[in-house]
């Protein structure tokens, strides 16, 4: 709604300083203090005081709120922050392309990962993207949590699975296939079940997040059917990790993304189990906040990774032999 009323006051013929007067307000959230923020941007404390206060004339709700110790958004704030920052963005990323017409990427990328994955896999890309833009500073945060990227500051994300945030827009970078798993030890000493339903005399590991305990687990069937089992175990986790190294270790039969357990299943520590009954892939997504103009930086680590993994990721490679019998789920 601000963004809106924003955007029609322009139309309008209002001041385009406005822009700079968000740009202001923004600085104070991040810096915590007007005088820190005036500072930064060689203002006065004062010039800056009034800056604001035109601001929450002309939008005529209170922008700002101070605590014992710093300044806070107040809930319209908040949502100028979050509208606001991709305007003044947009506005800089514009400017930018003007003035360097397809010059070197710059600036700050800041992007969040899934711990494991950005470890494994993008990790060792990092060294090559920043050779190749030199005027390019990354920030990096892992995290398998699923972080707001507007109200964080984040450029982008790399997500494993279904995305829900309307806020968002997401390009596919790579498919995300999954598999069902154990190790050898295991079934050999459980023995390997058949159908998903012998998954009810078996020790599950289980996945749990803030959408609870993952424990119905989706087929597709030989004849092009789906069923879905409830499963249960005596192991389970918020971290994949745990749940691999527990697979690992014989303790049971886990949903692993294939990412996650390729060097497994080459090595022989982990064997794929009901390969007639396929797990739907899903998808590795580059998340990133809605904008009328993406930064040239968040383009170029998109194209960068989409380059590296591609129809064919790397932990795909060499897995013929391991994935032997596994049937595609239509899509």
Known sequence: MIANQFQQKIENGGRMDRVGDIALFLRVLDSGSISAAARSLDLSPAVASQRLKRLERDFGVRLLHRTTRR?????????????GRALVEDLESLASGLRQSGAAVA????????????????????????????????????????????????????????????RLVARRIAANRRVLCAAPA?????????????????????????????????????????????????????FGEL????????EGIAVHSLWHVADDLRAGRLEV?????????????????????????????????SAEFGEHPPWERGLDGALAGVREVPR
């Open 71 to 83: 300044l806070h958004a107040t809930p319209e704030g908040a949502v100028l922050a979050a509208q």
């Open 107 to 166: 600036g700050t990328l800041r992007v969040t990962l899934s711990a494991s994955f950005g470890r494994q896999y993008v990790s060792p890309l990092l060294p090559r993207f920043l050779a190749r833009h030199p005027r390019l500073r990354l920030s990096v945060h892992l995290s398998d949590q699923v972080v707001d990227l507007v109200s964080e500051g984040f450029d982008l994300a790399i997500r494993i699975g279904a995305l829900e945030d309307s």
């Open 186 to 238: 295991y079934l050999a000493r459980r023995g390997r079940p058949r159908t998903p339903q012998a998954l009810g005399e078996h020790e599950c590991l289980l996945l749990f997040g803030s959408g609870g305990r993952q424990d119905s687990w989706r087929f597709g069937t030989p004849e092009g059917g789906e069923t879905v089992v409830r499963v249960q175990g005596r192991f389970e986790s918020n």
């Open 243 to 250: 749940l691999r190294d527990a697979a690992v270790a014989g």
């Open 273 to 305: 189990v009901l390969p007639d009954y396929p797990i739907a892939a899903t998808a590795i997504s580059a998340v990133m906040p809605q904008r009328r103009l993406v930064p040239p930086r968040v383009r170029a680590f998109v194209d960068f990774l």
